[in-house]
């Protein structure tokens, strides 16, 4: 027989047609959802995934996690994740889901990872938004090693003449500009975007909590948009408003992407593609028009994942309800399977794999979603 190239796709579907005399793995259960059969193949389209539900799972004893919150990937291939454990703020695997490091003691909140590339050198931006939320507690925002050496702390903003001493602080993300620029979004206090220059330097702040185009309700998370190189803006999450926001690199509003329905958090980008894991989604929908309306009430473990092409349009939603548009207009995107619990994060490796962080999901590892 002569020899064939098959890409993997390919070989993963015609692989899976098998699966069905294979061992059968036992199902797990989230709450008083219906079982889950691991290997489960879930989204829409081209972006399809098979569930690897026991990926990062390790033994709870030794390396204990309650929220696993996010999570990148270093120049080694290695994955780097951060939650609120003091016992292991940080655990590291490869991409077979062995743990190959851990540290991080108090980091009680550890709540955003970033990694900055700079020039070959990496480093890591924590959050945490409830270590030292007072103008003259610890910072909640620090930028180590890989290896978890604290190399710089970012202060209550009031330290730079930014914020009334008394105004709230609590960070819950960072991204860094191709200048090496340090954007924070204060998302579970004021809801400003503070920039610093690389070294600590107050530049500007922009945003704020309300209800115009250019604030938010609940500044969660940012990244910087590289899709066109020529022109990097910075993408920003209003959770509880359900969009993204784009700004320019020096804070001026440009857009607004909706996302009916879902609590996205933070933007992550790779390749063409946007990818947020989705916190809960709505049972009311929010009026824009009327402020007044905005629900209070969410589905509780509702998470998915979402995932936005080239153009900002919705493509996917693994674990959520099929992408659909009227009249050029998003309806209302929902959990359709009881995968997920709040995912709060998503990392894409090489081979657009992800790798799904939850909160609030009892005490859960991150899961793998192999893209077939």
Known sequence: MKNQKINRRDFIKN??????GATIVPPFFIGKNKPLLNEEIIGHGDFKYKVHKNWGTLDPEKFPVKDCHE????????????????KNNILIYDKSGKLKDFWGIRYG??????????GGEEFLFITDPYW???????STVVKTTPEGRELMIIKHPSHYGAYPEDLGWAPTETAIGP???IYIVDGYGACFVCQFTQDGEFIRKFGGKGEGEDQFITAHGICVDYRNPDDPTLLITSRARNCFKRFTLDGKYLETIHLPAAYVCRPVIDGEQLYAGVCWSSEIMY?????????????????FVTILNKDNKVVSNPGGTTPTYKD?????????????????????????????????????????????
């Open 15 to 20: 692989t899976s047609a098998c699966a069905a």
């Open 71 to 86: 999570m990148v990937m270093d120049a080694k291939g290695r994955l780097i994740m951060v939650g609120n454990h003091t």
């Open 109 to 118: 909140q550890g709540h955003g990872l970033t990694l900055w590339d700079a």
């Open 132 to 138: 030292g939320s007072g103008k003259d507690g610890p």
């Open 179 to 181: 200048n090496g620029d």
């Open 287 to 303: 009026d824009n028009e009327n402020v007044d309306t905005h629900p209070t009430k969410t589905s509780p473990n509702s998470g």
């Open 328 to 372: 050029g207009k998003l309806e209302p995107m929902l959990q359709a399977k009881p995968i997920f619990q709040h995912c709060h994060d998503i990392c894409v490796d090489e081979d657009k794999n992800l790798y799904v962080c939850q909160w609030n999901a009892g005490n859960s590892y991150p899961v793998k979603l192999e893209r077939v």
